[in-house]
């Protein structure tokens, strides 16, 4: 008796376009901070490891020339996510609002920041492969 192990299944085509990027790091980036928010009023080890991970699979799992929306979203995402929290908790006293919204940010900079230079310093580097090199003289 033979088995045929299989493997997990192949992505085929290209990948995703810009907008199917944006969507899938903008819909895990909410999911999990809005859990999380609920959870624990507020962000933390499970938001920055997920914001990581969206980077990862966007520069991944995107077609060539994404690189640079996959880099951009997850901070835009996660700063339109607890800005729209905070705004149906709190309500529109700036004072409180601006406080808590710096105090989110400031729960999630290691890996905002961890992830921003890993994914610049990939697109920066596509950039340089793509271009060509000069003439030796």
């Given amino acids: 008796m033979?088995?045929?192990a299989q493997g997990l299944p192949k992505i085929t085509g290209p990948g995703l376009k810009k907008e199917g990027v944006v969507i899938l790091q903008a819909f895990f980036i909410?999911?999990?901070?809005?859990?999380?928010?609920l959870f624990r009023s507020g962000p933390g080890i499970i938001t920055g490891?997920?914001?990581?991970?969206?980077?990862?699979?966007g520069i991944r799992f995107g077609?060539?020339?994404t690189t640079y929306v996959a880099v951009v979203t997850?901070?835009?995402a996660f700063a339109a996510t607890v800005l729209l929290y905070l705004l149906l908790t709190e309500g529109l006293k700036p004072s409180r609002l601006?406080?808590?919204?710096?105090?989110?940010?400031a729960a999630i900079a290691p890996y905002l920041l961890a992830s921003a230079l890993y994914g610049w310093f990939i697109y920066?580097?596509?950039?340089a492969k793509a271009r060509k090199p000069k003439p030796r003289i």
């Fill in 74 to 76: 997850p901070p835009l």
């Fill in 124 to 127: 920066f580097n596509e950039k």
């Fill in 2 to 4: 033979s088995t045929t």
């Fill in 49 to 57: 490891v997920i914001i990581c991970l969206v980077l990862f699979g």
């Fill in 30 to 37: 909410a999911f999990f901070t809005a859990i999380e928010l």
């Fill in 98 to 105: 601006g406080l808590d919204f710096i105090a989110s940010l």
């Fill in 63 to 65: 077609r060539k020339g």
